[in-house]
């Protein structure tokens, strides 16, 4: 579910600002280091701003490297793919429908609710296979 950026705590609107900055995922101690020198000094502070955007949809969390991008969709509830390259850690984000549709007929089948889809997509992005990588 979004919520209005002015539902979030003044750390997590630091964070939120960081991750939607960075060209790459940041983990929470990526983000406690480029916020030193203010006032969050704590690896607690930046997971809960970090859980506190993931669960208002403003965030993304990629499992299979254990960081955070900040979410480039204004649909209100979105599943959502994720296209990691496993040699430069580039990820895109992507909202392919299809998939989404796919992903609920086997929740119906399954009578099965799902509550949230996250898929990830590892390989190599198109500028690390040129370079042979």
């Not at 997590?12 to 900055?21: D, I, N, S």
């Not at 203010?38 to 990629?62: F, N, S």
């Not at 955070?68 to 580039?90: I, L």
Request: aromatic residues 4%.
């Amino acid at each position: 579910m979004r919520t209005k950026s002015t539902d979030i705590s003044a750390h997590g609107k630091r964070v939120l600002a960081l991750l939607a900055k960075s060209k790459k995922p940041l983990t929470a101690y990526d983000i406690l280091g480029k916020l030193q020198g203010t006032e969050i000094k704590a690896p607690q502070t930046v997971y809960r701003a970090l859980d506190a955007l993931v669960e208002r949809g403003l965030a993304h969390r990629i499992q299979s490297l254990g960081a955070f991008v900040a979410c480039h969709n204004d649909e209100e509830d979105h599943g959502t793919q994720f296209a990691v390259c496993r040699e430069c850690g580039t990820v895109l984000e992507l909202h392919e429908h299809r998939i989404c549709d796919v992903i609920e007929e086997i929740g119906r089948k399954l009578k099965f609710k799902i509550e949230r889809e996250m898929l990830e997509l590892l390989g190599v992005c198109r500028e690390c296979e040129k370079r042979g990588v």
